[in-house]
């Protein structure tokens, strides 16, 4: 525990000495030093608790109300705790590099500050064992990622965005309050032990469950709560979108395993509630993505998919808890934990490979891109790992997870109970990673293959090391997960069967996954046999003569790159069938043709509903008069009202 | 898993792997037949093969080490996918609990491969072929899972090497009804998986009409080889899969039982053919309806097992 708090404190530390440190070299170089030295310093621990080791646990007694601070680093939290801080380092040493230019060396500075200070609240929030620290760790969180994200203040849309993201997040944080207060109301403090130890009745438990849904929806982006996210995650700087998307929103899947645990006996409506608004999730925010041409509203739209996917699995756990199945239960949660450190691993490695194609080329836009495989080859590469691990595709991380969980559908399934109508979800599961594939055919191809649509394009050059190497890191990451699922699914079933609320005993037993074994040498197997051919055919080619051509134009031989296929047209068959989901408009004229993409719940629900709101507040509006006396006089007159009502209820009781 | 198989499962695999090129042979052959023409021999398939490997390669100058590294990965995802069935009747060479997603993740992994390779090339003919691919699969994939999933409630295996194996000869009398419903519903996707009348017709060569054979047009020698290999074994493995589920061989001899297999996918052949000569080809736009039918009926066969 003690490591942990180090880890802490060296990344609160990690920002203000870039202030401090006049020489930009130097402070960089302290800034990536305290950063990497808290990646180790929290590693540590995290490693030992996941290999099975003792929890860890600390209190510090405090005057303030609600009780001691306790925290704790039990296999949980050490597995978040791992995510935050290994993607955080690959995104702090990316971003060092990637604000080399085109930012002041100020905003670079302020830039690194907040990141650090993003990862030191959520290190402390996963720790965080009552609410008070949790709540704490909670907001810095929020403000640290909004001031990384209006890193570009200057820009309108990216205010808008910021602001966004606050009255969202703010939202859930009023929502965590009502949540504390309904579990904590009749508890002796507010640590997590003492609202564990609770037993609520039905309605009370409704309403925590209820908050918490909202409250860590709002956060992890759950559709229909997800309209900050998109436009959060394409305003910040990529490296920032990367903790954004990896980190951040993974502390309301955090925060709905920490409940689902603390909870113990969850009722089946909770676990049905999550499955539908994961299918929901993950369905929606797949065809959304299918329909966006600027690249990281798109990988955006896929975060929402991804949290769709690790919904299904926590859905999927809570009825096994709920139903009786603990086998059912700890595959669930375990695969969703899993796909929560996958989805961190290939999302990050895909937001920074868009940043570094920003970069080098200067735009978002999918229609304006191409050829880019032959000018930034390790962008290229470590973008197509990535995208084919978030396809799901063997032999990769992402595969891995969904196999997990899949297989806790498949094992609700065969059980007696009502949970077994859960095994439709799989194929939910196929529709979302067909879709999927789909989308990253479509970047991958827009992107990276064929002719460069754009003269920016075609001077464009692979980025600096500074840049690749965090990408390189991260693609290695993805590649060593999906070729050892035997190595990786023991922890992470230890993780599961916490949840699942296994005493301690059972958990090695829940641990040994005997088909996790046989599945590595399914993708040994298959990553070996790629090699393999892959070596045999290129000995081959080397002996056989070849030509080269133009690509074939069925005889006409001048193909230009306004001839290829557009990212929107390689989209619009699948669109077409999901029209009236997708929030496409098409503008057409006799000679142009442009597609416009709206949100349907920000464009439809949220800007009008804030409208009306404005236009309600504006009755009030008068009693603002700017003056100070009269607010003093409102100030008075409130606690006027309280006293009065305060010596009315004493007197009714 | 592999240390427990069976060396005669390998060879089961290891047949099917060289029968595969006769598979569209044979319904080729059948639809020329049942249309009045004498039609190509069925071996041409080998012969084709043949021809194509001693060529020389022609590639475009846009495209990249993806697009040669394409038709290596269609043909090595097959291959994987092949091993997880459990062709004797007994044991598959490569099997583990939910191995089911495996199967459709190999069968995906050569799929994004043929896509980006047709995408490689810059051409606006082998874009449209990668959009249909990916539309038609994004609508197969989950019947596909469907299938699965009602296999393993039919047989509480979680791993093909049960559902469609040993236990699936205790399955068929208890849930009949379902097993034929989630045959049919293999048959419609081994028909869309493999471009065959009714979702795309192999034999066209009018590029704006077709699917797979239009990702492939600046594929060229040994690369079109394994290309076309792979599509023979891809309609080859799913018809193996289509009667690994309807022919039940655990009581068949360890050496029958493959070459029952074998004769299986064979039949299933001449029914595609058969299909193919009853049938037009449909509108691009009516083959999800087509997909979807039977997602019905793979669904309607999970609700009878859930009963």
Redesign the interface.
């Known amino acids: 525990m003690t490591f942990v708090f180090w880890s802490v404190a060296l990344l609160l530390v990690a920002g203000p000495i870039g202030a401090l440190v006049s020489r930009r070299a130097a402070a960089e170089f302290a800034y990536r030093a305290c950063v990497s030295a808290a990646l180790v310093l929290g590693a540590v621990p995290a490693v030992r608790v996941l290999a099975g080791g003792s929890v860890a646990s600390r209190t510090l007694a405090t005057p303030m109300p609600g009780g001691p601070w306790v925290f704790g680093l039990d296999a949980l939290s050490a597995l978040f705790l791992l995510i935050a801080l290994g993607v955080g380092t690959a995104a702090a040493w990316f971003g060092v590099a990637y604000l080399h230019r085109g930012v002041t060396a100020r905003a670079a500075r302020t830039s690194h500050f907040f990141l650090s200070t993003l990862l030191a609240a959520v290190a402390a929030l996963v720790v965080a064992r009552a609410a008070v620290p949790f709540l704490i760790a909670w907001e810095l969180m929020a403000l640290a990622s909004y001031g990384a994200i209006v890193l570009d203040h200057g820009q309108a849309g990216v205010r808008r965005a910021g602001l966004l993201y606050l009255a969202a997040t703010h939202t859930g944080t009023l929502l965590l309050f009502v949540l504390f207060a309904a579990w904590g109301a009749g508890a002796p403090d507010l640590t997590f032990a003492a609202l564990g130890g609770r037993t609520l009745d039905p309605a009370a438990r409704a309403i925590v469950l209820g908050a918490a849904l909202i409250a860590f929806g709002f956060k992890a982006g759950v559709v229909p709560l997800h309209f900050w996210l998109p436009e959060a995650h394409s305003a910040a700087p990529s490296h920032i979108s990367a903790v954004m998307s990896g980190v951040v929103i993974k502390m309301g899947i955090y925060g709905l395993l920490r409940v689902s645990l603390l909870m113990g006996a969850l009722p089946a409506w909770w676990g049905w509630a999550l499955l539908a608004l994961g299918g929901v999730s993950g369905v929606l925010g797949v065809v959304w993505a299918l329909a966006q041409h600027d690249l990281k509203r798109l990988l955006a739209f896929h975060s929402v998919e991804n949290i769709g996917i690790i919904l299904l699995g926590i859905g999927v756990g809570a009825l096994g808890v709920a139903y009786g199945h603990p086998a059912v239960a700890a595959l669930g949660f375990a695969g969703a934990a899993l796909h929560t450190m996958n989805h961190a691993l290939f999302k990050s490695l895909l937001f920074l490979g868009a940043g570094s194609v920003v970069h080098a080329t200067g735009t978002r836009e999918l229609e304006r891109m191409?050829?880019l495989?032959?000018r930034m080859p390790v962008t290229a590469l470590t973008f197509?790992i990535g995208s084919?691990a978030i396809?799901?595709?063997?032999p990769l991380n992402g595969?891995v997870s969904?196999?997990?969980i899949?297989?806790s559908?498949?094992?609700a399934?065969?059980s007696a109970s009502p949970a077994?109508?859960a095994?439709?979800g799989?194929?939910?599961?196929?529709?979302i990673?067909?879709?999927a594939?789909?989308c990253?055919?479509k970047v991958?191809?827009a992107v990276?293959?064929?002719?460069p649509r754009d003269a920016s394009v075609v001077v464009a050059g692979e980025s600096a090391a500074g840049i690749t190497r965090p990408m390189a890191v991260l693609a290695a990451a993805c590649v060593a997960v999906g070729l050892l699922p035997g190595v990786v699914t023991p922890p992470v079933l230890r993780a599961g069967a916490l949840v699942a609320g296994h005493a301690n005993p059972v958990v090695p037993a829940a641990a040994s996954d005997p088909?996790a074994m046989?599945?590595t040498?399914?993708t040994l197997?298959?990553g070996g046999?790629?090699l393999l051919?892959?070596g045999v055919?290129r000995s081959?080619?080397a002996r056989?003569?070849?030509?080269?051509?133009?690509?074939?134009?069925?005889g006409y031989g001048l193909?230009t790159?306004r001839?290829?296929?557009t990212a929107s047209?390689?989209?619009?068959?699948?669109l077409?069938?999901y029209r009236g989901m997708t929030g496409v408009r098409v503008v057409r004229t006799d000679a142009s043709l442009a597609t416009h993409v709206a949100d349907p719940v920000l464009d439809a629900v949220v800007t009008p509903g804030w409208n009306r709101l404005q236009e309600a507040a504006r009755r009030i509006r008068p009693l603002h008069r700017g003056r100070l006396s009269i607010y003093l006089m409102y100030v008075v007159a409130a606690l006027l009202a309280m006293l009065t009502y305060l010596m009315l209820a004493g007197r009714g009781a | 898993m592999t240390g427990h198989t069976d060396w005669r499962a390998l060879v089961a695999v290891a047949m099917v792997l060289l029968i595969a090129p006769a598979i569209p042979g044979i319904a080729t052959k059948t639809k020329s037949v049942l249309t009045g023409r004498r039609g190509a021999p069925v071996l041409q398939g080998y012969r084709d093969l043949a021809k194509l490997v001693r060529k020389g390669r022609v590639y475009s100058d846009v495209s990249t080490w993806v697009f040669r590294a394409g038709p290596v990965v269609v043909v090595a995802s097959l291959v994987l996918a092949l091993l997880m069935l459990p062709l004797d009747g007994r044991s598959a060479p490569l099997h583990f609990a939910g191995d089911v997603v495996a199967f459709a993740g190999a069968l995906a992994l050569g799929r994004f491969a043929l896509v980006l390779s047709g995408l490689d090339t810059g051409s606006s003919f082998e874009g449209m072929g990668a959009s249909r691919e990916v539309t038609i699969a994004s609508f197969a994939e989950p019947v596909l899972f469907l299938c699965f999933a009602a296999l393993v409630l039919a047989t509480g295996h979680l791993s093909l090497n049960g559902a469609v194996g040993p236990a699936i000869g205790a399955a068929w009398p208890r849930d009949t009804a379902s097993l034929v419903l989630v045959a049919l519903a293999l048959f419609v996707l081994l028909l869309a998986e493999n471009a065959r009348v009714p979702v795309d017709d192999p034999a066209t060569h009018l590029e704006l009409t077709m699917v797979h054979e239009v990702i492939v047009l600046d594929h060229s020698g040994p690369d079109l080889a394994l290309v076309l290999y792979g599509s023979a074994l891809k309609l080859t493995l799913f018809a193996a899969l289509l009667v690994c589920v309807v022919v039940p061989r655990a009581a068949l001899r360890a050496w029958t039982a493959p070459v029952a297999v074998a004769a299986g996918v064979a039949v299933v052949a001449v029914l595609v053919g058969v299909v193919e000569s009853a049938m037009a080809r449909l509108r691009l736009t009516r083959v999800p309806q087509l997909i979807v039918g039977a997602g019905a009926l793979a669904l309607f066969g999970i609700i009878l097992l859930l009963r």
């Open positions: 191409g050829g495989a032959r197509l084919a396809v799901g595709l063997p595969f969904e196999w997990l899949a297989r559908m498949f094992g399934g065969l077994r109508v095994v439709l799989v194929g939910v599961l196929g529709l990673g067909a879709l594939l789909a990253f055919a991958f191809g990276f293959l064929g002719r088909a046989a599945a040498w399914f197997g298959l046999a790629l051919l892959w055919v081959g080619w056989t003569p070849w030509a080269a051509a133009t690509t074939w134009g069925c193909p790159a001839m290829q296929y047209s390689f989209a619009a068959p699948l077409g069938a």
